[in-house]
């Protein structure tokens, strides 16, 4: 059975796609191809380049989040993403490409000047990587052969498309979830909700494509930005897959009955 894995955009939050990935490891749950967005397509990336679950949670950790905030005035886009891109180079290879990868891999992107979603799955890895999580307007787009690209949550942020005819089993993972509970009381979770509804829109409609979807709950009580509640989040992502043991199981032994 070839299992096909789609993982959401979503931050901070996305720190829960480790939890999951270290989850199947653990089952059993083999992945044969991945599709990503935003934080999705960095979990995807480096597990499929071999590292575990528990180091990019390291790396990931050891990126100060100030290191990443840095003003990129006079640009579209007032930040830089300078710093991840050379974490990127430092653990990938300057010359990373796709087909280094010990799985395929596809990353969407945003293509601000046509308005449409753009899949990457060979050639250079870097480039489409680091636009893929560069939110419009807050990150500077990236130029990358004649294209301007931006964070590819914004028309796709549950990439289930490409994986259709690809592999036997979709299995769709949304770090996302909407907190109907909540308050917004400042105009930043103004606009963080703004954005947080209007990215949630584009997933509804994909969710019937997915044989199985996870969409740990809990996570919906933490900020975009919570990164310094990694390892929580990341063990929201693991607990929640562990519960599912059974069900995913019974899945993989249903299709391959079939």
Do not use: W
Not at 48 to 65: Q, T, Y
């Amino acid at each position: 059975m070839q299992i096909g894995l789609a993982l959401s955009g979503g931050a901070a939050r996305g720190i829960a796609h480790l939890g999951v990935l270290k989850a199947f490891d653990e089952i059993g749950i083999k992945v044969a191809i991945i599709s990503g967005v935003s934080s999705g397509a960095i979990a995807g990336v480096f597990y499929a380049s071999g590292f575990s679950p528990d180091e990019i949670l390291k790396l990931i950790k050891e990126l100060r989040i100030y290191r990443i905030m840095r003003p990129a005035f006079g640009q579209i886009g007032f930040l830089h993403l300078d710093e991840v891109e050379k974490l990127y180079i430092k653990h990938l290879g300057a010359d990373a490409t796709f087909e280094d990868l010990t799985m395929p891999v596809i990353i969407s992107a945003t293509e601000m000047n046509e308005g449409v979603t753009a899949y990457f799955s060979s050639g250079n890895l870097i480039k489409p990587l680091l636009a893929s999580s560069a939110v419009p307007v807050l990150y500077r787009p990236v130029s990358y052969n004649g294209m301007l690209l931006n964070d590819g949550g914004l028309l796709n942020n549950m990439p289930i498309d490409p994986l259709e005819g690809n592999c036997d089993i979709k299995i769709g993972v949304h770090t996302n979830p909407v907190n109907h509970q909540a308050r917004i009381t400042t105009l930043r979770s103004m606009i963080e909700r703004t954005v947080h509804l209007a990215i949630n829109n584009n997933v509804k409609p994909r969710i019937p494509q997915c044989d199985f979807f996870i969409e740990p709950q809990d996570l919906k009580y933490y900020r975009l930005m919570s990164f310094r509640k990694a390892d929580e989040i990341f063990e929201i992502g693991y607990r929640y897959t562990m519960n599912l043991k059974e069900n995913l199981l019974e899945l993989t032994q249903e299709k391959s009955s079939l």
